[in-house]
């Protein structure tokens, strides 16, 4: 055979081997083998490494193997596995919809297994039951849970009102001083966080059932009444300079600077993103209040909800091994949400602390269940939050209405995830 | 006609092997998701050119801006390069430490290019503390959080990191204008623009050709330092192409629209590399 | 022309000058990474007052929670580099002498392939890529990261090795053909070591894009400890904070190597570059 048959014999075998090869598509993990993919939560020990340990321990004929994504690429990086054939036994992400790759994104496509049977799946409350399924399935058991509110070093004086809110912002900036750090800049997705905490005592005091409604498109956000007032006193807040002069290109790390430095008084966050404000300021000890969405006490309500989940995703192969790990998980919760110094999203029988120690002030509101969804858990398409922050970054240079914000927003609806 | 001792096919497979399986194929299988709903999870179904009329409806912002920002870009980076190459070409004593200096960006990860800019820009970082610092304090503003000034960032970030990787590419260029010439064009009077527009820039051009036809690709590809610079933003004034598919594809989870908009955005850099091409190359051959 | 007057000592002190701005942020990131955490809130202007190299530190051994540590990532991006040019020199070497030497219009249409291939845009390929890739089993791995950086710098690579031999006089290699040499050994004798200065050229410029990349690297093998260094370094930018200082050490750590490297080499790649442009 002269080179160039030899040539292509060659090419030919290559070919055939990679055909071969294609037929099999390798789920990861095996036999005696549970693979849980994570995001990386910046600790060397995380609780599911611990929970991996103990597994093991308890199960000798199974081995654990952990992997982390970065935070940011973490649901990317699931659902290219999912994609591709290679799935992990057990995947933590994300609860409800607003971002592709999250629990009811993933399930309303059929990926991911039912955990209805589980022993805890019983006991979901019903703030939760519909953002880890839809109601009447299961498909994630919720781990952390989380809520929206004030941010402030402990003494600041925090305002208890939505009217003596914005004079604490007047009185702020006189003072040289911003009232609430806020990061604009894109990367930052902080501005949504306030426009959460507005609609929660506007849209659903009125209405609870709003996000259910909007999911069945029985009603639209440039129609409502509630979103229209939100994004309006968000507007409010602009005017009385609550906001600072340059909020619009400011960085996370910059807003987290400012309220360590006393620069800022305060910020709107979530309960879990406590790491970043003491970051910049180790010494100082920081406190969460309730968001003053309104004048009238009775309507102020704190948007709150689980936050993350297992889930299993739904593979040719057996889905058992990775339920054995998510109920192994789930028995031990409050153990390892010790280690992570977060608050189960499902409260233990015995009724312990809802929110966070750091977070006492929002706990009535939780256990009397003054609480608003968190908004995003029922907005399928990710499209949408993009929106929703750049609208409120653009009413923050003045460049837009609210009524342009909320059909930016209505234009992009989607009643279920791309 | 097999002339004995030709070279061979054989030499030519593993490259094209390679790159038909990693970077062609692949493409095209991706070229095909262009025409369909794919979410990267479940089976696609067609919908025709439904993709590239919602880009043509929802996204041409994100052409003019790739286009302003290719501008920008390739016009500062060559012009920089150039006149980086023409200091430094002779004469100056440290002018190999120089070359190296003006180097150093450019080997340096562009992640990690964006990440010290953004440092650098943010509200209370250090180009608003040495505005405050020499008195120019009400210049000071948020860089990143206007339109027009975050735009502005990205081009000279991207400058900043890749001028010395053009001056490389005219330094080998001026390599080919003969001293020869321009000093015999010295002696026959001809000052110091005349010698460079008549003789220099002509000779030049090969460099001319290279230096702004990778600086297109690259600018309509743009994407990490934006990503990590503006996020697209403010209010996605600053999207690429390069991020909005990232964006659609990676972050949404549409794979078909994304594929779409990335097919638009191949075509389009091969008319600008062929349009760049043709009129730099001129008449002569 | 050549004389150095005073002229010429105004423009090198103005090119002096205009360094500064070019290299302020490496300044920058200098300060930032020596500053201790104590001294947080010092501007990043001012040089640390007591500079230590704990940051350094940190960032070697620790890396970002869950990720390898940065001896390991430096390693993973020496080894996968390294092998990566070296794929490609073998390898597309060969093939640009093909198509320079070959004039058919089927090595003209081939030519033409390796040039379109040159301006696909990575995000249009890549999942049906990984795709393949996890049916290959090769995700995860080193040689699959391997396997796709070769394929994707390849066109890059036959785009300049081509380039070069078209304009580079067959004398020699006619000599040696004439002596009865086949074509493999023409090309490994005379051929190649002719073309050093692209080799050159290739190995910089594709080196330095695997040694900086960072998307690949993180779909492919992002959640291993075959990590590269860019993902390491994004690995810091964490859930909450970017811990700036850390950041920048691994930065430092990233591109120390290329920098230093690039000093020594840097007359030499200066030819290989000339040489290729007129080639």
Known sequence: MNIRGRALGCAAVAVALLAAAAGCGADAGGDGEIVVSVWDDGREESSIDVAARDFEKAHPDLTVTVQKNPFDQHLQALRRQLGAGRAPDVAMTVVGYGESGTVRALADKGLLADLGESPWAGRLPDTVAGAVGDGSEVYAFPVDSMAIGIVAKKGTDVPGTYTSMLTACRDAGRDGKTAFALGGHENSKMPHIVGFALAASTVYADDPGYGDKRLRDEVTFAGSDGWEQAVARFGEMRDAGCFGENAAGTTREATARALGDGDALMAVTPTVTLPLWQAAAPDAEFVMAPFPGDDDPDRVLVPAGASSGLVVPAKASDAGPGKQFVDFYAKHRARYAEIDGAVPALPDDGGGPRAPGYAAALEPYLRDGRTAPIMDQQWPNPELIARFDSGLVEMLTGRAEPADVLESMDAVWTSEAP | MKRPGAVPWLFVVPAAALTLLILLVPSLVGAAYAFTDWDGLTSPSWVGLANFTEFFDDGSHVVGQTLILAGLYVVGVNAAGLGLALGLAHTLRTRHVLRALFLVPAVVSPLVVAYIWTFILDVDGPLNEILEAVGLGSSAQPWLGQRNTALAAVAIVMVWQFAGYHMLIYLAGLQGVQRELLEAAEVDGAGPWRRFADITLPLLRPALVIGTVLSTISAFLLFDQVMALTGGGPSGGTDTLGTYVYEQTFVNGRYGYGSAVALLLVGGVCLAALVQMRLLRGRRS | ?279
Request: glycine residues 12%; aromatic residues 12%.
């Open chain 3, 1 to 279: 022309m050549n004389r150095y007057g005073r002229w010429t000592a105004f423009r090198e002190a103005g090119f002096w000058i205009a360094a500064i701005p070019m290299l302020l942020p490496v300044y920058l990131v200098l300060t930032t990474v020596l500053r201790g955490p104590e001294a947080r809130g010092e501007s990043a202007l001012r040089p640390p007052g007591d500079p230590t190299l704990g940051n350094m530190e940190r960032a070697w051994t620790e890396a970002g929670g869950g990720t390898v540590s940065f001896s390991q990532a430096l390693v993973n991006s020496v080894l996968t580099t390294a092998a990566v040019v070296a794929i490609l020199v073998v390898v597309a070497a060969p093939a640009g002498y093909a198509l320079a030497r070959r004039g058919s219009k089927l090595s003209g249409a081939v030519f033409g392939m390796f040039a379109f291939a040159l301006i696909m845009p990575i995000q249009l390929g890549i999942i049906p890529l990984y795709g393949f890739m996890v049916d290959a089993g090769l995700t995860g791995t080193r040689a699959g990261l391997i396997l796709v950086y070769a394929g994707l710098q390849m066109p890059l690579a036959v785009f300049l090795y081509t380039g070069f031999l078209r304009g580079l006089p067959t004398a020699y290699e006619e000599a040696a053909r004439v002596d009865g040499a086949r074509p493999l050994r023409v090309f490994a004798g005379v051929v190649f070591p002719l073309v050093r200065p692209v080799t050159g050229v290739v190995a910089t410029l594709t080196g330095l894009f695997v040694w900086n990349d960072f998307f690949v690297a993180l779909v492919f093998v992002g959640d291993t400890d075959k990590v590269t260094l860019p993902v390491a370094v994004y690995s810091f930018v964490g859930r909450f904070a970017a811990e700036w200082p850390l950041i920048f050490a691994a930065a430092l750590i990233a591109a120390g190597p290329v920098v230093v490297l690039f000093g020594f080499a840097q007359r030499t790649i200066m030819k290989g570059f000339t040489s290729t442009l007129h080639g």
